[in-house]
């Protein structure tokens, strides 16, 4: 049997810098902590939404902190989000300690992102 908890996390607003750090499971660090391993995250839904009356873009890579290096991207690469509205996606991203969800928008504050998945120890 699975021992994968539910997770959710945001909403998070968007900044307008996209090597923003916005996801990154927990590692497991220090003294005497009876063996256990960092924890990886599986991410099944996102939701970015939009709460202005214009159409603002973003932005998402999965890779090291701060970074969005080409042929790491994972989702809306500068895709557009009607105004007042929202975009779903669906799927299955899992991300270990070493991996960062990182992105933004083309304005700040004018979108926000969540999601949900399940959340595990590695290892």
Do not use: H
């Given at each position: 049997?699975?021992?994968?908890?539910?997770?959710?996390?945001?909403?998070?607003?968007?900044?307008?810098?996209?090597?923003?750090?916005?996801?990154?499971?927990?590692?497991?660090?220090?003294?005497?902590?009876?063996?256990?391993?960092?924890?990886?995250?599986i991410i099944r839904h996102f939701r970015i939404v939009n709460?202005?009356?214009?159409?603002?873009?973003?932005?998402?890579?999965?890779?090291?902190t701060g970074a969005n290096a080409a042929g790491t991207e994972?989702?809306?690469?500068?895709?557009?989000?009607?105004?007042?509205?929202?975009?779903?996606?669906?799927?299955?991203?899992?991300?270990?300690?070493?991996?960062?969800?990182v992105g933004g928008a083309s304005a700040a504050t004018s979108?926000?992102?969540?999601?949900?998945?399940?959340?595990?120890?590695?290892?």
């Open positions: 049997m699975a021992s994968n908890k539910t997770f959710n996390f945001g909403p998070v607003a968007l900044s307008a810098t996209l090597t923003t750090n916005i996801l990154n499971p927990p590692t497991a660090t220090g003294g005497t902590n009876g063996g256990s391993s960092s924890q990886f995250i709460k202005t009356a214009g159409a603002i873009t973003c932005s998402f890579w999965k890779g090291a994972i989702l809306f690469q500068a895709t557009s989000i009607a105004a007042n509205s929202y975009v779903d996606a669906y799927g299955i991203w899992r991300f270990d300690a070493t991996d960062f969800l979108l926000s992102i969540e999601g949900e998945g399940e959340i595990g120890v590695a290892g």
